[in-house]
């Protein structure tokens, strides 16, 4: 039996029939893989969210938060305005005034961060709520930014949450953390890496903690009028997401026992359609595959602790003493968990404020698409050890060759006859090592749009990206030209490469996987050299050259800019335009809040597969 299965692959190995499968059934799982995608958000494919952990309870929480602390937070309100516009120092003082003047424990953490040559600094203002029956093990922290993670003024929401601060001394079970931060970005992630003690040199020690961190919850009430919809931010860095029975909490109290309306990824007119779905679930996707912050939350996550963040929006006949009672509700259900969430889903894609799709669901959309690189990249190592793929060596005529032009078959060479050895590398050998350079060029982009100053970053980029174009011609270029087997292996274990990281990335972040998998698609149907290493057709160089050349990692981000009309492809060069903006936020993203997966797939996966495949296109 085993002897005739051998026996059938070595007839299907030598069929040419066989050989043509493998770009059709490469195209066939990227097509399935897209129509799987777009399937999402029907009925059949998608659920209702549930709260898995029975001891949240967000149905039987009672809130007391309003009345009196009305007139406790238009007088802290007031207190915040008259120093609104003062320095950081005159800020602190206040907050820590009103803190102390409740009895609670203050204390403040200075912070300095450097990214492409701009310094983040400011002061944390911290205090810790002790539980007169809590045994001090477990903690819940309820954050507010001076400055949202628009740059905006939350003057209001910081007011809220010190209402709040004075109001929650009344509960008595779990530590409460309450932290004030100078912005949104740079003070949540000096605080939460000082608590962990991972914070660096230029970050001071904090002199308060607490137990584990259960959870986070951020305020942002950026204006002073009535609001309709509290919007749910719950995306974190490198793509995680808290566990949904966070967010299904939030939801359940605001829109259950509130009857406020929630949101999410800025819907706010969400008809339920199968197309206000699909656009919500394609904006939750662009931001984990992101990987940036949406609110002070998003650095909690990487530290394992629940978080999310909840804006104030619109324009409607709830007040502060809503959201108050709100955040109060959810802080009584965190209060009632016995251990750390766990029951619910980690990776999940939200499609309205009630309605996901679990991993088990969306992942093989993902998974289709990396698996069309690895089939090609099998099927193209099977074609370069055929015997009709030509050898990179010319090869001595046979006997019978010789025989048929009447040559000598046993002569004997003098020594002085017998031609000098001339060895030639192996083709798998010089493929590993191209593709082995390749991949370490890749530190090159890596250090330098992370370390660069902010007015260099454009040019860099521009610089950059004409000499991606400019090094796969000058390796072809320099390459032997009779070449096809190490041609056809080097696009193998580009392919094998790239297959390889996406599968293993679509289980992390499975928006980045498939949306870097999609934009290498054309590397799987670049050209390679046919049996009896013929040149492949131009015709089918010149259909894909056009997609590898807008398919750059230094291209598609400023034609991303052009489609959404945020600036010109070649506006700005040398200066801070939009792409510009873009390249700093990467940098602050990378040297500040940690989020390596972005950068690192785009210039240690997706670059050295693109300029592989120009190599490939361009040979011969």
């Known amino acids: 039996m085993a002897l005739a299965f051998s026996e059938l692959l070595v007839k299907l190995r030598g069929d040419t029939r066989v050989r043509k499968i493998p770009p059709y059934l490469s195209a066939l799982c990227v097509l399935i893989g897209l129509a ?43 207190e915040l305005l008259a120093v609104k516009e003062g320095s950081e120092e005159e800020i602190s003082e206040r907050i820590l005034s009103i803190l102390r003047v409740n009895g609670l424990k203050t204390a403040t953490q200075k912070f300095e961060y450097e990214s492409a040559g701009k310094i983040y600094g400011g002061e944390n203002v911290y205090s810790v709520l002790h539980a007169p029956r809590g045994d001090g093990t477990e903690a819940i922290v309820l954050v507010a930014a001076w400055k949202n993670i628009d740059g905006g003024s939350n003057v209001h929401g910081v007011a809220l949450v010190l209402t709040l601060a004075r109001y929650f001394r009344r509960m008595d079970q779990t530590y409460i953390i309450i932290l004030l931060t100078p912005d949104s970005s740079a003070g949540p992630q000096a605080w939460i890496d000082a608590y962990h003690d991972m914070h660096s040199s230029s970050v001071q020690p904090l002199s308060l903690k607490s137990g584990a961190l259960q959870g986070a919850v951020a305020v942002d009430l950026p204006f002073d009028h009535r609001f309709s919809t509290l919007h749910v931010s719950y995306d974190g860095i490198n793509g995680q997401l808290p566990n949904l029975d966070l967010f299904n909490t939030a939801v359940s109290i605001a829109s259950g026992q509130m009857g406020i309306g929630t949101s999410l990824q800025h819907m706010y007119d969400h008809n339920d359609s199968y197309r206000k779905r699909l656009e919500t ?50 802080f009584r259900s965190l209060n009632n968990l016995l251990e750390h969430f766990h029951q619910s889903f980690f990776f999940y894609l939200l499609m309205q404020t009630n309605r ?64 000098p050895s001339n060895p030639q590398p192996s083709p798998l050998a010089h493929a590993l090592v191209l593709v082995l350079l390749i991949h370490l060029l890749s530190t090159i982009p890596l250090y330098l749009f992370n370390h660069l100053q902010i007015s260099s970053l454009p040019l860099a980029l521009n610089a950059f990206t004409l000499f991606s174009y400019a090094l796969p011609l000058l390796i072809a270029s320099l390459s032997p030209p009779s070449r096809p087997r190490t041609i056809t292996l080097t696009k193998s274990l580009s392919l094998l490469l790239l297959g390889l990281f996406l599968s293993t990335l679509a289980t992390l972040n499975f928006s980045f996987s498939l949306a870097v998998g999609l934009l290498c698609v054309p590397l799987t149907f670049i050209p390679t050299p046919g049996t009896n290493a013929q040149s492949p057709p131009t015709w089918q160089k010149l259909i894909v050259a ?75």
């Open 36 to 78: 799987w995608t777009l399937l999402l958000p029907l009925n059949r494919n998608s659920r209702q969210t549930y709260i898995s952990e029975n001891a949240l309870l967000p149905g039987q929480v009672h809130t007391y938060f309003g009345g009196s602390e009305q007139n406790v937070f238009r007088a802290y309100k007031q």
């Open 356 to 419: 996901f799709v679990s991993i088990g669901t969306y992942l093989p959309s993902a998974m289709l698409v990396a698996a069309n690189f690895t089939i090609m990249a099998i099927a193209l190592w099977v074609k370069s050890h055929s015997a009709g793929n030509g050898s990179d060596t010319v090869k001595e005529p046979n006997t019978t060759e010789k025989l048929d032009r009447n040559e000598p078959t046993e002569t004997k060479l003098s020594s002085s006859q017998i031609p």
């Open 281 to 330: 679930m394609l904006k939750g996707m662009a931001n984990q595959a992101i990987g940036h912050a949406t609110g002070p939350h998003s650095v909690f996550i990487p530290y394992h602790v629940d978080a999310i963040t909840l804006t104030a929006v619109g324009d409607g006949w709830q007040d502060e003493m809503a959201f108050g009672r709100t955040v109060e509700g959810l």
């Open 546 to 620: 056009p997609l590898w050349v807008i398919t750059n990692p230094g291209v598609v981000p400023r034609l991303a800019l052009v489609a959404l009309g945020k600036g010109g492809f070649f506006g700005g060069v040398g200066g801070m335009d939009q792409m510009g903006k873009v390249l700093e936020s990467m940098a602050f993203a990378w040297n500040v809040w940690g989020a390596r997966v972005p950068g690192t797939v785009v210039w240690a996966v997706w670059w050295p597969a693109w300029v592989l495949g120009g190599v490939v296109l361009w040979s011969g």
